[in-house]
């Protein structure tokens, strides 16, 4: 009885034949995605070190997983081995940037719906998802605070460099004091479009020994 179940289960599940034309269509629009895929992950990112070579492997993650789903709808025992096969692969490369997160499910998932015969999906998939992250590139962000780091000679200092500080920034916050006996260091956050003239004004005080005005572009508290 196991038997006769176990070989009607099989041959009900290793009848889709999978020919060489419908392979390549399916590969050929993986292919045209993950090349969509691959510009415009060039054009949109910012990254200071841009990765040409996470780039190319996304493209080729879009075409590996087409022809993944491909092989996995010709026969049940395929598609049960290939998961035993992928089960044991560990990737261990961090992904830091959000962003990079989203383009590889996108290659991912492009790959799939290719895979399966749906690409009227993945084309659709890739104009709406582009024009969502253009008008959320577009939308207006805070700007993001700037660090003052001033030391002095004297420790009490501090009230004259503030009064020069909120003279060219609104709601200045003192992040740290560091002080010994001779000396005081304050990191100061604040928001300024006059930082050349705040530095200068700030350096024009008797005590102060160096005055360090920074900008970063990480992330915004509101």
Same mark, same amino acid.
């Given at each position: ?6 070989? &009607? ?6 009848? !889709? /034949?999978?020919?060489?034309? &419908? ?14 895929? =691959? ?24 075409? $590996?997983? #087409? ?7 010709? %026969? $049940?025992?395929?598609? *049960? ?6 089960? $044991? ?13 989203? =383009?590889?499910?996108?290659? $991912? ?9 749906? @690409? ?18 577009? *939308?207006?962000? @805070? ?10 000679? /004297?420790?009490? @200092?501090? /009230? ?8 060219? !920034? ?9 002080? %010994?006996?001779? #000396? ?11 930082? %050349? ?6 350096? @024009? ?16 508290? =509101?």
């Amino acid at each position: 009885m196991t038997d006769i179940f176990k070989k &009607s289960f099989l041959e009900g599940f290793m009848a !889709a /034949d999978i020919d060489i034309y &419908s392979a390549g269509v399916a590969l050929a629009l993986s292919c045209f995605v993950s090349l969509y895929i =691959f510009v415009i992950y060039r054009i949109m990112t910012k990254k200071t070190f841009y990765s040409k070579s996470f780039n190319v492997s996304m493209a080729g993650i879009c075409l $590996i997983t #087409s022809a993944i789903i491909l092989t996995i709808q010709s %026969s $049940i025992v395929v598609s *049960l081995g290939m998961v035993g096969a992928l089960s $044991i692969v560990r990737f261990r490369t961090a992904i830091k940037d959000p962003m990079d997160l989203m =383009f590889l499910f996108w290659a $991912i998932a492009g790959g799939i719906i290719c895979g399966v015969g749906l @690409a009227e999906i993945a084309f659709i998939l890739c104009i709406v998802l582009t024009v969502l992250i253009l008008v959320l590139n577009a *939308l207006p962000v @805070a700007r993001a605070p700037m660090i003052l780091v001033v030391n002095t000679s /004297d420790t009490k @200092a501090e /009230d004259a460099v503030m009064e020069v500080v909120r003279k060219y !920034a609104k709601h200045p916050v003192v992040k740290s004091r560091n002080m %010994s006996k001779a #000396s005081l260091e304050m990191i100061v956050e604040l928001r300024t479009s006059e930082g %050349s003239t705040l530095v200068q004004e700030v350096m @024009a005080l008797e005590p102060v020994m160096t005055a360090s005005l920074l900008s970063h572009d990480g992330e915004v508290t =509101f």
